[in-house]
């Protein structure tokens, strides 16, 4: 039977974005086409990001948040160039869009592959696979604030940066992370904040995780300050298996973690929106990469994980597991690029992806 064609929209972005981001379509593309049209992709890719800033002032297209309500998903490559300063390259592109589409579930697994030695020696000797929920709309990330007395004696200039913590925006990622925990073998869930130091914002959140910890009595529930976790990450990993915390705390945790696992270039990552109401993003953690940029030996792995994660969110439970199947064997095979040791470059890593789809 052939269905209706998914509608992605393509976003590579800057740097090795559109490598990585042309990877993960030819994987995508040979499970469609060996699917008997169970599968079908239609592709547009959007040319939007530093080169397009440079040419246009503007990170995208006028109206372009409203514009990609009409796909079923979003593919993104990664953000930021040297010529562009970070904070407009982020915030006019990947933050406009999570906000704007109210993507508010960040989900980044941790998985060590098989072929990747960690730098944890406990990987080792257990098991390590865990989840980070990261709230993706408001916190730390809010964009509220702003600079003044810019006109006063050298020194003078004042920034206030503003943290947005609202009992409508914790208690969804929060009960959205219990509903995570609740799919995994060990179904537990740790909340992380500072709510010692941070006594509003933070406190709020952790009133409402003992308020709707109380709705999943069969999930195990653990708290822990941020400065604690990230000692626990390398410590103790194995106490690990979903976790949820802010915007800041998590985007730094999750970066933590896929380096425990051996690199950053692993890590995929899915910015949902759990109701359905707008598409959702998915993309590799790692950034843009300008040093590594055209040299095509990026690490492909982490946007073919998030392509899995894309396909899983879009009902594709059967393909993204093939996915993630095949992602192992590469790195059990030996196949690696140079960030986890290896010699392997883009094409040779996707390529050995690709044979083991089947």
């Given at each position: 039977m052939?269905?209706?064609?998914?509608?992605?929209?393509?976003?590579?972005?800057?740097?090795?974005?559109?490598?990585?981001?042309?990877?993960?379509r030819?994987?995508?593309?040979?499970?469609?086409?060996?699917?008997?049209?169970?599968?079908a992709?239609?592709?547009?890719?959007?040319?939007?990001?530093?080169?397009?800033?440079?040419?246009?002032?503007?990170?995208?297209?006028e109206g372009g948040v409203a514009a990609l309500r009409d796909f079923d998903a979003i593919y993104f490559g990664a953000v930021g160039w040297p010529t562009v300063p970070d904070h407009v390259s982020l915030w006019g592109l990947r933050i406009a869009i999570c906000q704007g589409l109210d993507q508010w579930a960040n989900v980044r697994p941790v998985r060590f592959l098989p072929g990747v030695k960690s730098p944890l020696r406990k990987a080792d000797e257990v098991e390590l696979d865990w989840i980070v929920v990261r709230e993706n709309s408001e916190g730390e990330y809010s964009g509220f604030g702003g600079r003044n007395f810019g006109g006063r004696l050298p020194g003078g200039e004042i920034a206030v940066q503003s943290s947005v913590f609202t009992e409508v925006g914790c208690e969804r990622i929060i009960r959205y992370a219990f509903e995570v925990a609740r799919t995994r073998v060990r179904k537990k869930l740790t909340s992380v904040t500072k709510s010692n130091a941070q006594q509003y914002g933070m406190v709020l959140w952790d009133d409402v995780f003992k308020r709707v910890a109380h709705d999943y009595p069969d999930v195990e529930i653990d708290t822990c300050l941020v400065d604690a976790m990230a000692a626990r990450f390398v410590?103790?990993?194995?106490?690990?298996?979903?976790?949820?915390?802010?915007?800041?705390?998590?985007?730094?945790?999750?970066?933590?973690?896929?380096?425990l696992a051996g690199s950053l270039g692993l890590a995929g990552s899915a910015n949902l929106n759990p109701e359905r109401r707008t598409p959702s993003m998915f993309e590799a953690v790692h950034g843009s990469a300008p040093d590594i940029a055209g040299l095509g030996i990026a690490n492909p792995i982490g946007a073919i994980e998030s392509a899995a994660?894309?396909?899983?969110?879009?009902?594709?439970?059967?393909?993204?597991?093939?996915?993630?199947r095949a992602i192992d064997r590469t790195t059990a095979a030996g196949v690696l690029p140079r960030d986890l040791g290896g010699e392997a470059n883009t094409a040779e890593v996707t390529a050995t992806i690709l044979r083991y789809l089947n």
């Open positions: 052939t269905i209706a064609p998914l509608r992605i929209a393509a976003i590579p972005g800057d740097g090795i974005g559109a490598e990585v981001v042309a990877a993960g030819r994987v995508i593309d040979a499970l469609a086409a060996a699917s008997d049209g169970r599968l992709v239609e592709w547009t890719e959007l040319p939007w990001g530093c080169e397009y800033y440079e040419a246009t002032g503007s990170m995208m297209q410590l103790h990993p194995e106490q690990l298996s979903v976790v949820v915390a802010s915007n800041l705390h998590a985007d730094i945790l999750s970066d933590l973690g896929s380096a994660l894309m396909l899983r969110h879009l009902g594709f439970p059967a393909e993204a597991d093939r996915i993630e």
